[in-house]
């Protein structure tokens, strides 16, 4: 079904305004689909008020059978959902279907987690008193979400705030539509409530002005670029909104030089590359000790001069074209940009004549070069040569950024101490995916704040009441 869903009806916009959906490996129109503006968001805002009123006295129980219908409805339909992901994505069908096995995962997990919601009793210094702490669920929540992972960004928010007993209002990205379609599809199929869940495909400008200025929201949570965090950030500041944001990130990669430089080189292209670079954890500054850093570069430029661009169809596996024509000059700008400050550009870095593909490049830089505090989104691989480890963590630590960061050494003494003084959300040690269902998504400094996914993920959606009893005895 390609269109919105509002009150538990597939509508077109109220506008009647369309999309047209562009595919970024062809640049063909793929499909035309609602588009709509702050009047759908109003209209889905009212109808998840309206029945927030009962989903919020259910118990975790009755909403856990929904997101588990849900998940299986995922799973059933998983070829048919990841298809179209790729189609609107240019991702491989093997990320696609990942994707949408995580999201199933996301909506199972919060089925049982939202049961364990657990509040407290608190003794009291005096006796004749009784205090609590329970939970209650924070009430219509706005998830705005980015088109690189149109499926798992919004499961991780919807299944939480859903499970917590939250109503929903779900704007994807206009480059990414079908998945968002999908998802809705899933919960329609379910039984989900009317109105628990709402589907809006519309302008973002207008939408997030009005979600955060309509007071029947109580919280939004935002996946997207620093950029328009801060502007969610100062609109928020005016009407007390709660915020929930998952932003930028500029990740180091320390590799010591007693690691299997072999075994490292070749996951770390493949890391790199996964989505094309377009993962807000992709790792992006690659810091290599300089006793084993010739070698390092040697693989990984023979790596990439055996890759291939091209359309991702069954399971042949290229490396995938960028979302759109904004994110391909901005990949093509940083590599002008390196070579204006004096970075070597060992291989890579040509853009396709048709689609929005840039050849993956391998980048040698310093760290004095500029290029490298931007956030690259894309499929450029930095490397920087070091000597020691105060040096490379204080280079590491030089960001604005602070979500994801990596690791890679033998000695559990310099694991610890990079994880320790590393100043990022989440650090991965000899992993290249420091995060799960049932682990805390974390960033801090500008890449966000809040937590997604995990136990800490549900009380994103519950506020905290003291319930206190006096004059007991």
């Not at 915020?243 to 770390?268: F, M, R, T, W, Y």
Request: a negative charge.
């Amino acid at each position: 079904m390609r269109k919105q869903y509002i009150n538990g009806e597939w509508c077109d916009a109220i506008d009647g305004a369309t999309w047209d959906l562009q595919s970024p490996s062809t640049e063909e129109i793929l499909d035309k689909v609602p588009f709509g503006n702050a009047a759908d968001c109003k209209k889905a805002i009212a109808a998840a008020d309206a029945s927030f009123k009962t989903w919020k006295n259910t118990t975790p129980y009755f909403r856990a059978e929904f997101l588990k219908k849900a998940a299986n409805y995922m799973r059933a339909n998983v070829e048919a959902f990841a298809k179209e992901t790729s189609l609107e994505t240019g991702k491989p069908m093997l990320e696609s279907r990942g994707e949408w096995q995580v999201s199933a995962n996301l909506f199972e997990w919060y089925a049982e987690e939202g049961k364990r919601s657990y509040g407290r009793v608190i003794p009291s210094s005096r006796i004749d008193k009784r205090s609590m702490v329970i939970y209650q669920p924070l009430g219509v929540v706005g998830v705005i979400t980015a088109w690189n992972f149109p499926a798992y960004n919004p499961a991780r928010a919807v299944a939480a705030a859903l499970a917590a007993g939250c109503s929903v209002i779900m704007r994807g990205s206009e480059f990414t539509p079908l998945s968002s379609f999908n998802m809705a599809k899933a919960l329609h199929e379910a039984g989900i409530p009317k109105g628990v869940f709402n589907l809006i495909n519309t302008e973002p400008i207008s939408t997030g002005t009005e979600m955060v200025e309509n007071p029947l929201l109580k919280k939004i949570s935002f996946t997207g670029s620093t950029r328009v965090g801060k502007i969610l950030m100062d609109g928020a500041s005016k009407t007390s909104t709660k915020l929930s944001l998952e932003l930028g990130g500029n990740a180091p990669v320390i590799i010591e030089k007693d690691v299997d430089v072999e075994a490292i080189a070749h996951q770390a292209i493949v890391a790199k590359l996964r989505n094309c670079g377009q993962v807000c954890v992709s790792p992006q500054r690659f810091y290599v000790h300089s006793d084993i850093f010739n070698q390092f570069v040697s693989i990984v430029k023979d790596d990439i001069s055996k890759l291939k661009t091209g359309i991702n169809g069954d399971d042949i596996d290229f490396v995938g074209p960028l979302i759109n024509k904004t994110q391909q000059k901005h990949s093509l700008a940083m590599l002008e940009k390196a070579k204006r400050e004096g970075a070597t550009i060992h291989i890579g870095g040509e853009a396709s004549d048709k689609g929005f593909f840039v050849n993956p490049a391998l980048i040698e830089a310093r760290q004095n070069q500029e290029f490298i505090k931007t956030e690259v989104f894309g499929p450029l691989m930095i490397v920087i040569p070091f000597e020691t480890k105060e040096q490379v963590l204080e280079w590491a630590n030089d960001t604005e950024f602070g979500l994801a960061s990596y690791v890679f050494t033998n000695h559990i003494k310099t694991a610890n101490f990079y994880a320790e003084n590393l100043e990022f959300g989440m650090v991965g040690i000899n992993e290249w995916a420091a995060h799960g269902t049932e682990l805390p998504f974390v960033g801090i400094k500008s890449s966000g704040i809040g937590h997604e996914s995990g136990s800490e993920g549900l009380k994103e959606y519950l506020e905290l009441k003291l319930i206190s009893y006096g004059n007991m005895s």
